[in-house]
């Protein structure tokens, strides 16, 4: 069974400019999360879909959002970039949310200069 | 609230000696608990989980973890390191009331030859 894919594995952009970063979970897995991870920050949650709707939500500025195809699939979608917003992003998913063990993706290593 | 905190940023061990990855949560209910590993590069790789079944929970690659209810711990241990075991553990939360799981700020572990 393959393993939880992202695309692209590394990105460039420049502030201002917008991004979408996607996620194709486990074959039968409904639930998708995002994660920011930075060195300061550590882990950070971003949201979770689940049958296309989302949610959970965290703490993050309305520039942070995503949706959830019928097929299960996931992007996010970053606009007006900043300094700031350069992380790894992970992609998780798992059979049904929370308390399952959710399966990890490589991440999405975003730079903004 | 959900928390769990993770004692030590880094921790240096010798090879072949004892691995103990320190976590403390929080939860108002009973807890789902995870240990997850993160090789460079890498998504995050599940270690064991804990979902009130034993207490005592064994994992991939000779670790495993004892839940106590009274201290409210969930320490990681392996009784002898390997080089290989070099990489960042991230000790995670979740519970059926949040449906959402909560993450440490992860422990680099260092293995000296």
């Known amino acids: 069974k393959a393993g939880v894919t992202q695309t692209p594995r590394y990105l460039i952009k420049t502030r201002g400019q917008q991004v979408t970063l996607s996620c194709s979970p486990i074959?039968?897995?409904?639930?998708v999360s995002w994660y920011q991870q930075t060195p300061g920050q550590g882990l950070q949650f971003l949201f979770e879909?689940?049958?296309?709707?989302?949610?959970n939500k965290g703490n993050f500025p309305g520039r942070f959002s995503g949706r959830q195809f019928s097929n299960s699939r996931s992007e996010m979608n970053v606009s007006t970039l900043e300094l700031g917003d350069s992380a790894l992003y992970l992609c998780a998913s798992s059979l049904v949310p929370a308390h399952n063990e959710q399966f990890f993706g490589p991440g999405t290593r975003l730079t903004v200069l | 609230a959900q928390s769990v905190t993770q004692l030590g940023s880094h921790v240096s061990v010798s090879e072949g000696a004892l691995v103990l990855l320190r976590c403390n949560y929080s939860?108002?209910?009973?807890?789902?608990l995870f240990w997850y590993v993160q090789y460079p590069n890498q998504g995050l790789q599940l270690l064991l989980k804990?979902?009130?079944?034993?207490?005592l929970v064994k994992g991939i690659n000779g670790f495993e973890a004892e839940f106590k209810k009274s201290e409210t711990s969930f320490h990681l241990t392996k009784p002898s390191a390997h080089m290989s075991d070099a990489a960042e553990y991230f000790c995670?939360?979740?519970?059926?009331?949040?449906?959402?799981?909560?993450f440490g700020t992860g422990t680099k572990l260092q293995v000296i030859p």
């Open positions: 074959s039968g897995h409904r639930s």
């Open positions: 804990y979902t009130s079944a034993a207490t």
């Open positions: 879909y689940f049958s296309e709707t989302q949610r």
């Open positions: 995670a939360v979740s519970d059926s009331s949040y449906q959402k799981v909560t």
């Open positions: 939860s108002s209910v009973p807890p789902y």
